[in-house]
């Protein structure tokens, strides 16, 4: 073979590859063109269809919202404009999830059945209506290595305008001196009768002005009213007075308060009492949860 054809053949090679790998690039630029775009309403309107029915609502909010109104170490790690969802848990939930997932499945592990049935909720919803969608899940009970909260549930749950979180700064004449005291979410249609279960982050979902921040409606605006708020969540909290501060539309049911004031510990054994069975591995123990942030429970 002659130096010069060697040199045509070779040239004739490399050309037709770059074409290919032209064609290639192309052709996947296209594909991922023609994927449709995933928006804020999409993810609303996917995850609403799916958890409402379950006793489950979301609110969608911006990454960034969140981050700044926490000390760095706290921040999530995401681009500000990254769309987050938080999903709080009302009192149908309990009839409507978590009563059906007893009797589907036996509850098993370390974990508590509340929190199995949650995660069971929300994992088969992100897996059935985003399944092409990379979506982080953290759950209010999860801990960092360094023992922090994955998120803090309560200033989530503010930020994303569904619940307002009553702290000790809301106070303008602060009556308790040294006492540590917990702040606590009042929710306008449900009062204190509700759960911050979840955290979704959507890592490649990112939004500008179509995604407005709106506050959280002032349900307990009266000092006096928010005074009597924090003393009822810290200091008597297990009558669940603190729930009832305003009206509400629902409020859990006389076996959920049972099941809610039963000691983890105990609470296989009566759900063994109203008939659900449990796996071989069911000794219930309650992580520690955001309590740095939750308060008593």
Known sequence: MSAAYRRFKEGFWELKCNVFSKNNISQNYMESMAKPRVTVEDIEKGLS???MPLGFEVYPFKVGWYNAVLI???HLSYPDHTV???????????EQAFKPFLKRESFKGLNDPIDQCVADCIST???QCFPDQPVDISYDYEMLPSRKPKFLAQTAAHVAGAAYYYQRTDITNDPWGEKKMFGVCIHPRLGGWFAIRALLVF???VVDEELIQKPPPDCVPS????VELLERFNFRWKDWSYRDIIPSVQCYSEEQKTYFSTPPDQRAMLLRQWGFSAGEKSGLQLPDGNKGEEGPR
């Open 72 to 74: 760095p170490t706290l």
């Open 203 to 205: 890592p490649s979902v």
């Open 125 to 127: 919803c992100v897996s």
């Open 84 to 94: 987050a969802v938080v999903v709080l848990s009302t009192p149908k939930m309990f």
């Open 223 to 226: 000092q006096e009213d928010r």
């Open 49 to 51: 269809e799916f958890l």
